[in-house]
Nanobody, 115 residues
Framework: QVQLVESGGGLVQPGGSLRPSCAAP????????MGWHRQAPGKQRELAAT???????NYADAVKDRFTIFRGTTKNTVFLQMNTMKPEDTAVYYC?????????WGKGTLVTVSS
């Protein structure tokens, strides 16, 4: 069982930035996909951004050119640099790891964009 540990959510003003992080303690498979999904109030969970271990990046249209996903030096940590944030980015952000046909989820970190 892989435990994902998220941190770095919070309150930010429109136009501001946040950088939540997610760590998968211990060893993970060399072939994997890590990413961030988000769920706004009253809406379904949706993909924000993913990064595959082979280097492929994928972004939702709503965050493209504003958000950047990248891994730490140990490769089992993933960050989501969120810039030029908008009120519609308000959501619980969930870290996700997919490996060996299994998906693991973090408990989520709340991000609120409001003045």
């Amino acid at each position: 069982q892989v435990q994902l540990v998220e941190s770095g959510g919070g309150l930010v003003q429109p136009g501001g930035s946040l950088r939540p992080s997610c760590a998968a303690p211990g060893s993970i498979f060399s072939i994997n996909t890590m990413g961030w999904h988000r769920q706004a109030p009253g809406k379904q969970r949706e993909l924000a951004a993913t990064t595959r271990s082979i280097g492929t990046l994928n972004y939702a249209d709503a965050v493209k050119d504003r958000f950047t996903i990248f891994r730490g030096t140990t490769k089992n940590t993933v960050f989501l640099q969120m810039n030029t944030m908008k009120p519609e980015d308000t959501a619980v952000y969930y870290c996700n790891l997919q490996q060996g046909g299994t998906a693991y989820w973090g408990k989520g970190t709340l991000v609120t964009v409001s003045s």
